[in-house]
């Protein structure tokens, strides 16, 4: 089982909806968590971060469920330019510090 | 402010050849960060440094790569000899901070290699 995964997409919306995205990890010693967004040939850029409360950012909310593991990211009223790769990522302390990039949800927002 | 600088964009070599990746972290972030990201395997960590120390090399794929961070602000990622199946895109990011701190990490544009 691999340490973080992800809706495998690709995701296809019409302008306007809303998508949410999953992703599980398996280590208990997780500590902190973020969505990323990667452009096609660009670098991944932090979207936001996951606070244990739930954090929203515009039409964006993120959401950390510790108990189950998971953490997810809703994104209300798509536009076009929302089309993109869609990261999870989990810090965790374990024998050291360690980055897991869950492999990414394709979205594709039509118009 | 700057962001993660690395260089070259894109560097295009025959097989054999050695290749240095450069990197410079955004300054005051004392985490520094290597990555490799291919179609098939996605993005891995090969190497990260907290304060120019080598702190987890476990993704460095072999032998045949190597990475030092001399001072805060400059880090290189060398192939030597390069392969075709290194052909990737390299990224470097930095963080500031601890993982307890819940600081994310800033990529570079990456430099977009190939070996033929």
């Known amino acids: 089982r691999k340490e973080v995964e992800q809706d495998p997409g690709p995701f296809n919306v019409p302008e306007g909806a809303t998508v949410a995205f999953n992703c599980t990890y398996s280590n208990s010693a997780s500590q902190s968590f973020f969505w990323y967004r990667q452009d096609c040939r660009k670098e991944p850029k932090l979207l936001m971060s996951v606070y244990s409360s739930g954090n929203e950012d515009g039409r964006f909310t993120a959401q950390l469920n510790r108990a189950s593991q998971y953490i997810s990211l809703l994104i209300r009223d798509s536009k076009l330019s929302d089309s993109a790769t869609y990261l999870c990522v989990v810090n965790m302390l374990a024998g050291g510090f360690k980055t897991i990039f869950g492999a990414g949800t394709r979205l594709f927002v039509k118009a | 402010d700057a962001g993660v600088i690395q260089s070259p964009r894109h560097e295009v070599t025959e097989m054999g050849q050695e290749v240095t990746l450069r990197c410079k972290p955004i300054?005051?972030?004392?985490?520094l960060f290597w990555y490799r990201q291919t179609m098939m395997r996605g993005l891995e960590l090969l190497i990260y440094?907290?304060?120019?120390?080598?702190?987890?090399d476990s993704g460095m794929p072999e032998d045949r790569f190597s990475a030092k961070m001399p001072n805060a602000s400059f880090s290189t990622l060398k192939i030597q000899p390069s392969e075709p199946r290194d052909s990737a895109v390299y990224f470097c990011?930095?963080?500031?901070?601890?993982?307890?701190?819940?600081?994310?990490?800033?990529f570079g544009d990456g430099t977009r290699l190939s070996i033929l």
């Open positions: 440094f907290n304060n120019n120390v080598p702190i987890d």
């Open positions: 300054s005051g972030h004392d985490y």
């Open positions: 990011a930095s963080s500031l901070g601890s993982t307890g701190n819940n600081q994310p990490q800033h």
